[in-house]
């Protein structure tokens, strides 16, 4: 299998981060600590938002009012959720749960209105968990996702966490700034999750077996639905259906245009095809 060559796109635009808490009382600990190092040390260059939730209604409708603002007032945020999170269940808020694909679409709304630019860090154990809600004929719910896959201490994240956010405003760079987390955390890039996704999308429907049985069958529809097409007419049509099928640039940018929010994209079908090979 060839590797890919082309550099994702990794810059991004916030103009405040949002410190969405969700935890009892007693846990908070943590987090006050974190953010008075984060606000009352001038760290970042934004403003540092901390808004308490204590149920999924009262979490999804904070986002409901930061994608009303990323609509009307420009707004560009960095949501972090600091909470507890179940693989299963989704996000833990007072004794509830907010299910991982409900939260999938309301970010979705929400990195729309911002143009494909939400940086979203999940401290809650499982926040990987949110990519469930993913559709490649969707716009993705986020730009990049940082977030772990199984559990996190909240002591791991007292003591990364602002090093990750000084890091990523002092040198504008993700990828320098994911390397202040790393483990147990995942780096989710919303451009690699596409070039997955229609990499698997071509594999499956458009090579081999799969692809000649699908030819076949739109062949059938269209000669059911015109009993006295002749021989060269479905000659035609045969070779109509074999280069409509073929993996091409518009085929990525009919994909591409929806999922990142006509945002540009890094990759072309060329470096898909590539892999897929």
């Known amino acids: ?10 810059s991004f635009g916030a103009n405040a981060l949002y410190w969405i808490c969700g935890l009892d009382a007693y846990e908070q600990g943590p987090t006050r600590r974190i953010l008075e190092d984060l606000q009352g040390h001038s760290r970042l260059p934004i403003p540092v938002i901390r808004l308490d939730v204590d149920s999924p209604t009262e979490l999804i409708a904070v986002l409901d009012k930061l994608h009303y603002n990323a609509l009307h007032c420009s707004l ?15 996000l833990k808020l007072g004794n509830s749960f907010l299910e991982w694909e409900s939260l999938g679409q309301a970010l979705r709304k929400l990195n729309v209105a911002t143009g494909n630019k939400l940086l979203v860090v999940g401290g809650a154990c499982h926040a990987l968990s949110a990519i469930r809600s993913l559709n490649i004929l969707s716009a993705s719910p986020f730009f990049v996702l940082l977030a772990p896959e199984d559990e996190v201490q909240s002591g791991f994240i007292e003591s990364h966490i602002v090093s990750f956010y000084s890091e990523l405003f002092n040198t504008a760079s993700l990828d320098r700034a994911f390397e202040q987390l790393g483990d147990p955390f995942q780096y989710i890039h919303c451009e690699k999750l596409l070039f997955i996704m229609l990499s698997r999308y071509i594999e499956k429907k458009l090579k081999g077996k799969t692809l000649q049985q699908r030819r076949e069958r739109l062949l059938t529809e269209v000669f059911l639905a015109n009993e006295k097409t002749n021989p060269e007419t479905l000659k035609k049509v045969r070779l109509l259906l074999k280069s409509g099928l073929k993996p091409t640039q518009s085929l990525l940018d009919r994909y591409s245009g929806v999922f990142l929010c006509n945002r540009p994209c890094s990759f072309t079908i060329d470096d898909v095809l590539k892999l897929v090979r």
């Open 76 to 90: 560009r945020p960095i949501v972090h959720f600091d909470m507890h999170g179940s693989k299963s269940a989704g």
């Open 1 to 10: 299998m060839e590797t890919t060559t082309f550099q994702l796109n990794s």
